[in-house]
């Protein structure tokens, strides 16, 4: 049914209004199944207005009703025009929401007055993966009061983004769309939150002190509903007056709900079901570990974090520190992006223990970090305060190039810092040699000159000798990438040379691991991102991986990595509440018939261990308060959830460990040959573990579980 809505014919006629607050008048809802009077020229507008999302675009939103104008009809090749009749305007303004391609003059809302152009908008899309939203965009037209005209959306573009989308065009006396909204406040505490709405429209935001920018940040405000309270450091600005600042929707109320506070708030029931072993940052989005190093007696843990929202973004550097590995403190952002779209992506740090830098002011070492600034290059920053404040090198960035996430390295056989970093050659001839890893050295950290580059390596690389079964007059240096593939070889200071294929210990959810530098006794700690872990109605995302000690063992493929929990775990489980569920010698699994220990209680916090005794059975599966582990005999393969790794047996036995928490499983295969990282929310209704083999019997040694979470 034609529905269209039109300006009616006296509206049409009427001479033009004072400019008053009155009614809004509407041109065109594109309700109808018929565009009605508007004329359509070309295919791209298809035969009326579109049912929202077309066949092939991504999901439209923010466009009012049922219906909207979509040119992406058969696709962002079709082109054409649609123009309204003539009105008369007799409003201060002619609102309309606007999405899709930022091509001027092509894809574009024109407003012809005596058939010439007087006014013109695009969509605000020009890259891939950009949002297919229609915001409002108001035009001022009151010199144009009383003047007849005609709107016509065009599309002239055939390539990305060749298409606009247009919905609800008003003629009002309010201004619809953005401006510039100010709030000033003088900073009397530790923070100011922000209402945050997961999925409402990302805000840019700015701080000002005497008219400096000293914040600037993309932030999903809410103007209603916050999801949760995204938390901005305001400590160094104490005492001064500050403003906010931020083109938002002229009826939006959200900076007046930004809120001072001290201290960051604890009490909600989102941070009590924070994972009990595993690192969350309290707020907002993490993804790549960065910077560890133990230091003085602390574990430092720095990460990827975006600050003011649940999804990647505003790339800032954020800091825990630990004693343990376990328990962790949240200290303040160490590293800000410098200005906006210069963000602090991954990178590493080490403790300059001879000050070669230069860089140590007081009785402590000095720490010294590199970093990707994605506006400069690499860059080097240093701390003189256990990591608390960092100061920038004055001559950054220390090395330009195509490439991201410096790993530094002291290599001391020739005495030099190595700085270990992703390269990209996008014009190389060969797609190995597009990614590769560079190696860069240095004798201060400051000025790199380059060594050599190997191809066929990912992001994130990681750098590190390690003794095989623990002979230091035997060792290998490992070189591990993001995606947790690494080969073995020698690095004499400038060149890695290859002794082994790629290998692989990590599995599932788990990306861009990093080692500590100065860990003691020669440990090699790990800690890697679980990438995809999501908490889901909850004001943080992602977890780190628990941390494991790497080893080099001899096995019968070959010398390979090994991952273990590191033994503070351990340690930290026996000071908590704790109970045995389960702790037998032996338990014997025939075919078909399954053994259900009833738990009590949500298993979500636990360490379970037992070794597999195949038999003859072709699969056992061991169900954990829901969720089945399954090992399959014949494909010697082991798989939970989304996660399958390859497992070999020992003497016809399968060793098993497996950390369970709030948001993951974790399971080392025969002590650390595989672990797998593995989202997954635990049950809080089935509060059972089953054991059931199928095509034979199974024997299961020492089964054992225990809760670290018990509560009574
Ligand atoms: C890996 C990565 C890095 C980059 C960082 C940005 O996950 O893409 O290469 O430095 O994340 O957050």
């Not at 300006?7 to 009427?14: E, G, K, Q």
């Not at 004329?39 to 092939?56: I, M, Q, Y």
């Not at 210069?342 to 590199?370: E, I, M, P, Q, Y």
């Not at 001839?429 to 191809?455: C, H, M, N, V, Y």
Request: glycine fraction near 10%; charge should be neutral; hydrophobic fraction near 35%.
């Amino acid at each position: 049914m034609y529905k269209l809505v039109l300006v009616s014919l006296s509206l049409l006629l009427a001479p033009a209004a004072a400019f008053g607050a009155e009614a809004d008048v509407i041109v065109a809802d594109f309700e109808g199944d018929s565009y009605g009077e508007w004329v359509a020229t070309g295919e791209a507008f298809g035969p009326g207005p579109a049912k929202g999302t077309l066949s092939g675009q991504m999901h439209v939103e923010g466009y009012e009703g049922q219906r909207l104008v979509n040119s992406f009809f058969k696709g962002d090749a079709t082109t054409g025009t649609l123009t309204s009749p003539e009105f008369t305007l007799q409003r201060k303004f002619v609102c309309f929401l606007i999405g899709g391609g930022q091509h001027e003059g092509k894809t574009c809302i024109n407003l012809l007055v005596a058939g010439k152009v007087a006014r013109t908008a695009t969509g605000t899309n020009d890259k891939p993966g950009g949002s297919e939203r229609l915001d409002w965009h108001s035009w001022d037209v009151s010199d144009l009061a009383g003047k007849k005209v005609r709107l016509q959306i065009v599309d002239a573009a055939t390539g990305g983004w060749g298409h606009v989308n247009v919905d609800h065009i008003l003629q009002s006396d309010t201004r619809r769309g953005s401006q510039l909204a100010r709030r000033e406040l003088v900073v009397a505490t530790n923070y100011l939150q922000l209402p945050v709405k997961t999925g409402a429209a990302k805000r840019r935001v700015k701080f000002l002190i005497d008219g400096r920018t000293v914040r600037e940040f993309e932030i999903e405000l809410a103007e209603k509903d916050a999801d949760f309270q995204a938390l901005a450091d305001v400590r160094p600005f104490k005492g001064k007056a500050l403003t906010i600042e931020a083109l938002l929707p002229s009826d939006s109320n959200a900076l007046n709900a930004v809120t001072p506070s001290d201290e960051q708030p604890l009490s909600s029931d989102a941070d009590q079901n924070r994972p009990g072993l595993h690192f969350t940052s309290r707020r907002g989005w993490l993804n790549d570990p960065n910077g560890l190093v133990q230091h003085a007696g602390e574990w430092h843990l720095f990460y990827q974090h975006n600050p003011y929202g649940w999804s990647w973004g505003n790339m800032h550097w954020g800091h825990a520190v630990s004693k343990d590995l376990l328990h962790w403190t949240e200290l303040p952002t160490a590293l800000y992006p410098q200005q906006w779209g210069d963000w602090a992506f991954s990178g590493s740090a080490v403790v300059d223990a001879r000050n070669t830098s230069g860089f140590k002011t007081g009785s402590d070492d000095v720490l010294v970090a590199a970093y990707t600034s994605t506006g400069r290059g690499e860059c080097i920053v240093f701390s003189n305060d256990r990591g608390r404040t960092w100061t920038e090198f004055d001559k950054n960035p220390v090395v330009k190039h195509n490439g991201r996430d410096p790993k530094l390295v002291w290599h001391a056989a020739s005495s030099r810092w190595v700085m270990a970093v992703y390269d990209e050659q996008p014009d190389a001839p060969t797609a190995e040699a597009k990614q590769g890893i560079s190696f860069f050295t240095s004798p201060d950290l400051k000025e790199w000159t380059f060594a050599s580059r190997i191809d066929g390596f990912y992001e994130c690389p990681d750098l590190f000798p390690l003794a095989i079964d623990g002979d230091k007059a035997n060792q290998k240096w490992v070189l591990y990438a993001a995606d947790g593939k690494y080969v073995l070889g020698d690095f004499d200071g400038k060149t890695f040379t290859k002794e082994s294929g790629k290998h692989q210990v990590w599995f599932g959810n788990f990306y861009a691991a990093q080692t500590f530098d100065n860990a003691p006794n020669g440990r090699r700690v790990q800690i890697g991102w679980g990438q995809g872990i999501e908490f889901k109605n909850r004001p943080f995302n992602q977890q780190m991986t628990i941390p494991v000690e790497l080893t080099l063992r001899p096995t019968s493929r070959g010398v390979r990595l090994f991952a273990w929990p590191v033994k503070e775990v351990e340690a930290a489980s026996q000071g908590r509440a704790h109970a045995t569920i389960l702790s037998i010698d032996r338990l014997k699994l025939v075919p078909g018939r399954e053994v259900t220990v009833t738990v009590g209680g949500t298993l979500d916090q636990f360490d379970l261990t037992l070794e597999l005794e195949v038999g003859t059975a072709e699969k056992i599966t061991l169900t954990v308060c829901g969720t089945p582990i399954v090992y399959d005999a014949k494909q010697k393969k082991l798989a939970c959830r989304h996660v399958t790794a390859p497992v070999s047996t020992c003497q016809g036995r399968v060793s098993l460990r497996v950390i369970g928490d709030r948001g993951s499983l974790e399971i080392f295969v025969n002590k650390g040959e595989a672990a797998l990282s593995i989202g997954h929310t635990p049950s809080d209704t089935d509060r059972t573990w089953k054991a059931l083999a199928t095509g034979g019997e199974a024997t299961l040694h020492r089964p054992s579980i225990a809760n670290l979470n018990a509560t009574e």
